[in-house]
C-alpha cells in the first residue's frame, strides 16, 4: 500500500498570506495525485486532480505541483472560505489512499 | 450524485448496512467504478472497497475488511450498498458512498453517514 505523509499537520496562516501545503509519497505514484478540501461537518471537496488540474468551479488561488512523490499545494491570497482540512489523494494504485490531513488555520 | 440511506446506530456483533443511490448515471457504466469509503479520527480516510462493471462484475476490498465486507450493485433500483458484519466499535465512522471514473479520483461523494457501533 502506497502511504502517503502530509507536512505539517496544521499551519497557521494570516488571511491574504500564501499557504504551502506538502504531500510525500511513499513510492511514485506519477501524476495520479488530488487534493480535497474538507470543512467541518461537510463532505470532502475535490479540489485538485492530475497534480494541478483544477476541478470545476475552483478559484484560480488554488494550484498543485509536482511529481512522482513530492507534491504541494498552493493557495494564494487567502481567503476566510479557505481555513480547513487538506487531503492528498493518490490513485495511482489501489488500494487508494490518503494523507492524514494538514489543518489550515487562520493566523 | 449520490444519496445515502441506512442506520445511524449499530450494535456490537451485528451487521452495518448502507444503500447508495444513485442518479445521473448508471450503476452497471462501463467507465463507472463505485466506491465506499469511511472516515475517522483514528484511521483517518480509509478506502474499503469498490464495485464495477466490465462486461462483468467485479468487486475489490481493502485487506482491514475484506473478511467482513460485501458490495453489492442493485441494477433493477441503481444503487449499490455496503454490508459490514461482525462490527465493534473500531467501526465507528462517518461512511461515503463516491463515485470515480477510470481516470480514477473520487469526486462526486455521497452525503456521509454517520455510524455509530454501540451497544
Known amino acids: 500500500e502506497i502511504v502517503m505523509a502530509q507536512s505539517p499537520a496544521t499551519l497557521s496562516v494570516s488571511p491574504g498570506e500564501r499557504a504551502t501545503l506538502s504531500c510525500r509519497a511513499s513510492?511514485?505514484?506519477?501524476?495520479?495525485l488530488a487534493w480535497y478540501q474538507q470543512k467541518p461537518g461537510q463532505t470532502p471537496r475535490l479540489l485538485i486532480y492530475?497534480?494541478?488540474a483544477r476541478a470545476t468551479g475552483i478559484p484560480a488561488r488554488f494550484s498543485g505541483s509536482g511529481s512522482g512523490t513530492e507534491f504541494t499545494l498552493t493557495i494564494n491570497s487567502l481567503q476566510s472560505e479557505d481555513f480547513a482540512v487538506y487531503y492528498c489523494?493518490?490513485?495511482?494504485?489501489?488500494?487508494?489512499?490518503f494523507g492524514q490531513g494538514t489543518k489550515l488555520e487562520i493566523k | 450524485q449520490l444519496q445515502q440511506s441506512g442506520p445511524g446506530l449499530v450494535k456490537p456483533s451485528q451487521t452495518l448496512s448502507l444503500t447508495c443511490a444513485i442518479s445521473g448515471d448508471s450503476v452497471s457504466s462501463n467507465i463507472a467504478v463505485w466506491n465506499w469509503i469511511r472516515q475517522s479520527p483514528s484511521r483517518g480516510l480509509e478506502w474499503l472497497g469498490r464495485?464495477?462493471?466490465?462486461?462483468?462484475?467485479?468487486?475489490d476490498y481493502a485487506v482491514s475488511v475484506k473478511s467482513r465486507m460485501t458490495i453489492n450493485p442493485d441494477t433493477s433500483t441503481n444503487k449499490f450498498s455496503l454490508h459490514l458484519n461482525s462490527v465493534t466499535p473500531e467501526d465507528t465512522a462517518v461512511y461515503y458512498c463516491?463515485?470515480?471514473?477510470?481516470?480514477?479520483?473520487?469526486?462526486?461523494w455521497g452525503q456521509g453517514t454517520l455510524v455509530t457501533v454501540s451497544s
Open positions: 492530475a497534480v494541478s
Open positions: 489523494h493518490q490513485y495511482n494504485a489501489w488500494p487508494r489512499t
Open positions: 464495485t464495477y462493471y466490465r462486461s462483468k462484475w467485479y468487486n
Open positions: 513510492q511514485s505514484v506519477g501524476s495520479n
Open positions: 463516491v463515485y470515480s471514473g477510470d481516470w480514477g479520483w473520487f469526486d462526486p
